[in-house]
T-cell receptor
Framework: DAGITQSPRHKVTETGTPVTLRCHQTENHRYMYWYRQDPGHGLRLIHYSYGVKDTDKGEVSDGYSVSRSKTEDFLLTLESATSSQTSVYFC??????????????FGPGTRLTVL | DAKTTQPPSMDCAEGRAANLPCNHSTISGNEYVYWYRQIHSQGPQYIIHGLKNNETNEMASLIITEDRKSSTLILPHATLRDTAVYYCIVRGTTDSWGKFQFGAGTQVVVTP
């Protein structure tokens, strides 16, 4: 299994509080991604990174920010959590961003509940 | 818009081969077919991918029709641990980063 860890694995927080989720990889892969998974919506891309300090928005980026100061770490921040952000969050990594060998490997997920 | 169509569910007997179909009639020449699966509460797991030739690895085989409009993922000897949602995804070599569009997938239940 790819060396990807996510922390915390579970979190319960209150509306309006800031939350930061961490993704850590030991594979030295250049590309990292944050997805959320909700019933009826499948996996949806929030933000992704194509290198240290290089990030871009995905399809559901509103209310989220990211940072990547080191190759191995990709942080997802909810500046002011809302109940609509209750979800399971998955981090993924890939060696390349496009081309034939850009399969993504996923972390174990973080279950976030916003009350 | 979904690029692939999969049956919502299928059952398979333990020890038998599981054949999972996927239609991708609008696939273009530079698009690969990827298969992932997601076991309950875990992150999606990469299984296999291919362009036009059949592919095999330690997990599964991928059979792509000659016209590339459909494919079949074969789990040769299904086990109870293969119970999962299986996703068929098409993605081009020039697609933007991160654009793996996971649809609803096929819920596979392997029974004893």
């Amino acid at each position: 299994d790819a060396g990807i860890t996510q922390s915390p694995r579970h979190k319960v927080t209150e509306t309006g509080t800031p939350v930061t989720l961490r993704c850590h990889q030991t594979e030295n892969h250049r590309y990292m991604y944050w997805y959320r998974q909700d019933p009826g919506h499948g996996l949806r891309l929030i933000h992704y990174s194509y290198g240290v300090k290089d990030t871009d928005k995905g399809e559901v980026s509103d209310g989220y920010s990211v940072s990547r100061s080191k190759t191995e770490d990709f942080l997802l921040t909810l500046e002011s959590a809302t109940s609509s952000q209750t979800s399971v969050y998955f981090c993924a990594i890939s060696e390349s961003g496009a081309g034939a060998y850009n399969e993504q490997f996923f972390g174990p997920g973080t279950r976030l509940t916003v009350l | 818009d979904a690029k692939t169509t999969q049956p919502p569910s299928m059952d398979c007997a333990e020890g038998r081969a599981a054949n999972l179909p996927c239609n991708h009639s609008t696939i273009s020449g530079n698009e690969y077919v990827y298969w992932y699966r997601q076991i309950h509460s875990q992150g999606p797991q990469y299984i296999i991918h291919g362009l036009k030739n059949n592919e095999t690895n330690e997990m599964a085989s991928l059979i792509i029709t000659e016209d590339r409009k459909s494919s079949t993922l074969i789990l040769p000897h299904a086990t109870l641990r293969d119970t999962a949602v299986y996703y068929c995804i098409v993605r081009g070599t020039t697609d933007s980063w991160g654009k793996f569009q996971f649809g609803a997938g096929t819920q596979v239940v392997v029974t004893p």
